[in-house]
């Protein structure tokens, strides 16, 4: 089983900075099976990259993903306020797995 | 626009049975697999259980097989969890989602419901 690990736990920056999140599998998977979700409080998971760097319907181009192999990427440019969230990446291969998650804190 | 209503949920003990359900609508149902996942308080998300779109294929985790069973009544546009033989350790919210395996994620999501096993 595939087991994903997320870096760093904790994010803190100001509005307009650049966040960059890193998920890593601890073998190689096809980036066709990743996938990032903005989740936060109170509210369901949003889904926001899939196929490791297609965004998904409605989501703003401030977000983009990337990787292959073992390490993929999560970029958040110009962070806004309502960016505060905890931002999961999700593996298939072959059950579903996500990693432990990043919170991304605005100052 | 998609939309997935979630119902059910409480306070069961542990032990008990509990039925989740999950609404769909806004979409053809029937061309979809549908899962579960869930978020202990605290804790980061857990993917539960998945069907395909008809129900004859399902999947699920560890920590729920043999207790959990997934179903789907595509005449009335619903997913369903059943939950028996609950534990202290599936206090969660509960989430239903719309993808499984023609996916491989998880695009539209229910409100979430929680469950809460106690004695």
């Known amino acids: 089983e595939v087991v994903l690990t997320q870096s760093p736990g904790t994010l803190s920056l100001s509005p307009g900075e650049r966040a960059t999140l890193s998920c890593r599998a601890s073998q190689s998977v096809s980036s066709y099976y990743l996938a990032w979700y903005q989740h936060k409080p109170g509210q369901a998971p949003r889904l926001l990259i899939y196929?490791?760097?297609s965004r998904a319907a409605g989501i703003p181009d401030r977000f983009s993903g990337s990787g292959s192999g073992t390490d993929f990427t999560l970029t958040i440019n110009r962070l806004e306020p309502e960016d505060l969230a905890v931002y999961y990446c999700?593996?298939?291969?072959?059950?579903?797995?996500f990693g432990p998650g990043t919170k991304v804190d605005i100052k | 626009e998609v939309r997935l209503v979630q119902s059910g949920g409480g306070v069961v003990r542990p032990g008990g049975s509990l039925r989740l359900s999950c609404a769909a609508s806004g979409f053809t149902f029937d061309e979809y697999g549908m899962s579960w996942v869930r978020q202990v308080p605290g804790k980061g998300l857990e993917w539960v259980s998945s069907s395909n779109w008809n129900g004859g294929t399902t999947g699920y985790a560890d920590s729920v097989k043999g207790r959990f069973t997934i179903s789907r009544d595509n005449a009335k546009n619903s997913l369903y969890l059943q939950l028996n033989s609950v534990r202290v350790e599936d206090t969660a919210v509960y989430f239903c989602?719309?993808?499984?395996?023609?996916?491989?994620?998880?695009?539209?999501w229910g409100q979430g419901t929680l469950v809460t096993v106690s004695s």
């Open positions: 196929g490791a760097s």
């Open positions: 989602a719309r993808g499984a395996w023609e996916l491989y994620f998880f695009d539209n």
């Open positions: 999700q593996l298939y291969g072959p059950a579903f797995t």
